[in-house]
Nanobody, 120 residues
Framework: QLQASGGGLVQTGGSLRLSCAAP????????LGWFRQAPGKPRTFVAR???????IYADSVKSRFTLSRDNAKNTVYMQMTSLQLEDTAVYYC????????????????WGRGTLVTVSS
């Protein structure tokens, strides 16, 4: 189970740092990333970092959010700056992983979500 943390209440223009630790009891953790779900809206992609550190961001967060990864700790971090009201959402981290060496089956696990509230 992934453990996400770092959410909270922040004013417009402020910053927060989310972190998410994936379990280490698997053969390989590939992509780590985040989705978010605003009230009354579907869950949408925010950003992801691959095992070799390639990054993809949603257009809405480019230049404001920065993703990083510590493979030794199986942890992904998302530094969020210049937060805006529309960034208010529950943020869900995920991990794409392979359980056993030699397996071609990839699984995805989700964290429980951490609430980010941006106020004016």
């Amino acid at each position: 189970q992934l453990q996400a943390s770092g959410g909270g209440l922040v004013q417009t223009g402020g910053s927060l740092r989310l972190s998410c630790a994936a379990p280490g009891s698997v053969f390989s953790i590939n992509d780590l990333g985040w989705f978010r779900q605003a009230p009354g809206k579907p869950r949408t992609f925010v950003a992801r970092v691959s095992k070799d550190f390639s990054l993809i961001y949603a257009d809405s967060v480019k230049s404001r959010f920065t993703l990083s990864r510590d493979n030794a700790k199986n942890t992904v971090y998302m530094q969020m700056t210049s937060l805006q009201l529309e960034d208010t959402a529950v943020y869900y981290c995920y991990a794409d992983y392979i359980v056993h060496e030699g397996s071609a089956v990839q699984y995805r696990s989700w964290g429980r979500g951490t609430l980010v509230t941006v106020s004016s």
